[in-house]
């Protein structure tokens, strides 16, 4: 079963940046596309951006159009997210996941992480 580990969350001023990390424990990682969710308090998760099996295809939430990237690290297991130009409605628990569709949908993702805290002062 396919494991990830998020860290890089944190407090952050408006207009900051921070790279939040996922991690996989194992190496089937490339076999999988990586989406990231956030979830704020009252709110349902909702999807920030995935990206495809070999680095190639993302798509992202109008929300992060402009401002957030995906990128992925199939030598590391690793995929990443570069937040920038952070505005305080990001602050959110951020969650990693991954899905053998390449999709925004939610309820398609398999595996999740704990998640991680961003918090974007104003």
């Known amino acids: 079963q396919l494991q990830l580990v998020e860290s890089g969350g944190g407090l952050v001023q408006a207009g900051g940046s921070l790279r939040l990390s996922c991690a996989a424990s194992y190496s089937t990682f490339s076999s999988y596309a990586m989406g990231w969710f956030r979830q704020s308090p009252g709110q349902e998760r909702a999807f920030v951006a995935a990206?495809?099996?070999?680095?190639?295809?993302?798509r992202y939430a109008d929300s992060a159009k402009g401002r957030f990237t995906i990128s992925r690290d199939n030598a590391k297991n690793t995929a990443y997210l570069q937040m920038n130009s952070l505005k305080p409605e990001d602050t959110a628990v951020y969650y990693c996941?991954?899905?053998?569709?390449?999709?925004?949908?939610?309820?398609?993702?398999?595996?999740w992480g704990q998640g991680t805290q961003v918090t974007v002062s104003s």
């Open positions: 990206i495809g099996w070999s680095n190639g295809a993302t």
């Open positions: 996941a991954a899905s053998t569709l390449f999709v925004a949908d939610v309820t398609r993702y398999d595996y």
